[in-house]
């Protein structure tokens, strides 16, 4: 358990330190109709997030071992939340590509977002359905 | 002393905060072509509103803080002619907006106190009002100092602040009535995922105890 609660800690670091490098050289400012127009990649946004969740649920899982708890759930409502955050994102890219549609490279790139709405859909699921099943023996 | 911000606490905000910027984005995706000035029909503000009704106003506070700044991270439209005008405009689009929905929490005591399902309805309804008419304000006075420059007269409207009470109304309202549904429904079904997760085991414990 605590080797996987410090795995979680430097897996969590990882992906929100590249996260966030990424996120900073994603940013660009252009001029738009009203005034300045500035953006960042929502993807490494969302990455980032996904890393401070994992971080975030191993730092509980490591303090509540200390404690002398150890909450079996934890896992399962990592890959739960995590999947959940995953298929709407994935999901609101596919319908934003869908409406604002057009040019022939997005057709790849559109493949690309339902495959990962389906992966992420499933991660939930299987989430759901593990944490369900550790609380039935829990009870 | 009861802490506010315990670990699983903060865990929570972490999690709300980033479920709402995630619904947030879709409801933009889709409601793109209908509010071409921005604006979003979504359900977003469900996420501050269970974090109010479940650990108290300052939590929800971060979960709105944390979005707005997400939302402003993500991009953002800025006027280029006076500093202090764009500089009050994103502050009251994207960090202040999402922070007043908060305020829905101020009736946390009323929803914890009700024993009925009426009673809990009602701090429901007076809160997620409040909380969403204090954004829909936010959004209004943004609005004036966005199109007051150089406004034209649009849908037969000649008034900048009227124009902005309509057009920021127009999905401010169903998102409003949408988000109070939802928690409605999640108070109804789930009403334990609205309570206070300590005082809810410490309860059952003692209901335990009382039956033995």
Redesign the interface.
């Known amino acids: 358990m605590k080797s996987k609660g410090i795995l979680g800690i430097v897996t969590g670091a990882i992906t929100y330190i590249y996260a966030l490098v990424s996120f900073i050289l994603s940013f660009t400012v252009e001029s738009g109709a009203w005034g300045r127009d500035t953006h960042g990649s929502k993807f490494y946004i969302v990455l980032m997030l996904v890393g401070l969740i994992i971080l975030t649920f191993s730092i509980i899982a490591l303090v509540d071992l200390k404690r002398g708890r150890v909450d079996a759930l934890i896992g399962s409502y990592c890959f739960m939340i995590i999947g959940t955050i995953g298929f709407i994102f994935y999901l609101a890219t596919v319908i934003d590509m869908a409406i604002s549609a057009g040019d022939a490279l997005s057709i790849s790139e559109l493949i690309g977002a339902i495959f990962n709405t389906c992966l992420a859909g499933i991660l939930g699921v299987y989430g759901y359905l593990s944490f369900k099943k550790k609380s039935i023996k829990n009870d | 002393m009861k802490k506010t911000f315990s670990?699983?606490t903060?865990?929570e905000v972490?999690?709300f905060?980033?479920?709402g910027?995630?619904?947030d984005?879709?409801a933009?995706?889709?409601s793109?072509?209908l509010f071409v000035n921005g604006g979003s029909i979504g359900i977003a503000m469900v996420c501050v509103y269970i974090v109010a009704y479940r650990r108290g106003f300052f939590p929800a506070l971060l979960v709105g803080l944390i979005m707005g700044l997400?939302d402003l991270?993500?991009?953002?439209?800025?006027?280029?002619d006076v500093w202090y005008k764009?500089f009050a405009q994103v502050a009251l689009d994207y960090v202040v907006a999402y922070p007043l929905v908060a305020f829905a929490g101020l009736f946390k005591g009323m929803f914890d106190r009700s024993s009925n399902n009426k009673g809990k309805i009602l701090a429901i309804v007076y809160g997620c009002t409040l909380g969403g008419i204090l954004k829909l304000l936010s959004h209004v006075l943004s609005g004036v100092l966005?199109w007051s420059n150089d406004f034209q007269p649009t849908w037969g409207i000649s008034s900048p602040l009227l124009f902005s009470f309509v057009y920021n109304g127009a999905y401010m309202v169903p998102c409003i009535v949408l988000s109070m549904a939802i928690v409605i429904f999640i108070a109804y079904k789930y009403s334990e995922f609205l309570t206070e997760p300590d005082s809810y085991s410490l309860r059952v414990s003692n209901n335990n105890k009382g039956d033995k």
Do not use: E, Q
């Open positions: 670990i699983r903060m865990a972490a999690i905060a980033a479920l910027y995630v619904l984005f879709l933009g995706a889709y793109a072509p997400l991270a993500d991009g953002f439209y800025s006027i280029a764009a966005f």
